[in-house]
């Protein structure tokens, strides 16, 4: 005997009309969701306290808390999903619609719903843009952990020599007590010499990128050691200079270039 398929996804329906409420559930319910509800916004924050969902459909006009309530809720308390608005067709109603997109409603769907596949549909859409959210947000967490745990030091800094990100490995290389002190230092004040970050910058706006550039570098103590830095120049679409981004290697055991 076959298994039963696993849900597509979470969904919370909300609206206090039990026919609406109910037509929406069993639409999504036959298109494979588990579909929770709720007769109104009171309910619906007590079923968020105790459950997650990946989409939550929500009536805005209801009696004591409204959809903005609910949708206000799901975006305070970070909880990941996408919101639906169900609203009525006159022009005040998709006013509210619109007011709910703004602060971060995925889309809404007008009462009578023109179709059973309508409201499947934006749903379907809804999980989509939350899984692909959650896809990048994994990339970016692997990429960081990447990033900190290089045995080199990374950094990102502004032209202007403002730093945007430093790694661990670049916060122990200059003896920095941790990375918020070392973001709040300027780029420039790290070389022992000024005009080797003058020199520096020249090649490296030149060219847009430089290899092998030996340059004696400042701790946070006052000691200094010798680095051997790579970094490139990143444009806008204007090929201006967005910022910088560089390697230091601690090459102190080795006689500079």
Sequence with gaps: MERDAPPKARVLVVDDS????????????????????????TTALKCLDTSRYDVVVTDLNMPALDGFAVLETVKLRNLGAEVVILTGSHAKD???????????????????????????????????????????????????S?????????????????FLEVNLALVEMLGYVNREALLAAAAQ?????????????????????????????????????????YARVVEDDAANARYYEGCLVDVSHRTPR
Excluded: C
């Design 94 to 144: 998709i006013d509210a619609a619109i007011r709910a997109l703004r602060l971060g409603a995925h889309d809404y769907l007008t009462k009578p719903l023109s179709g059973p596949d309508q409201a499947v549909m934006t749903v379907e859409r809804a999980v989509q843009k939350k899984r692909q959210r959650e896809e990048l947000r994994a990339s970016q967490q692997r990429l960081q």
């Design 18 to 41: 039990r026919f609406v409420r109910g037509y929406v559930v069993k639409l999504l319910t036959t298109a494979g969701y588990e579909v929770d509800q709720a007769e109104d916004g």
């Design 189 to 229: 004040d790290l070389y022992a010499e000024a005009a080797d970050r003058a020199r520096w910058q020249e090649r490296l706006v030149e060219a847009g990128t430089l290899n092998h550039f030996d340059v004696r570098l400042r701790r946070q103590d006052g000691t200094t050691l010798w680095a051997e830095e």
């Design 146 to 162: 990447f990033f900190d745990r290089a045995p080199v030091g990374l950094y990102r800094s502004t032209p202007e020599g403002r």
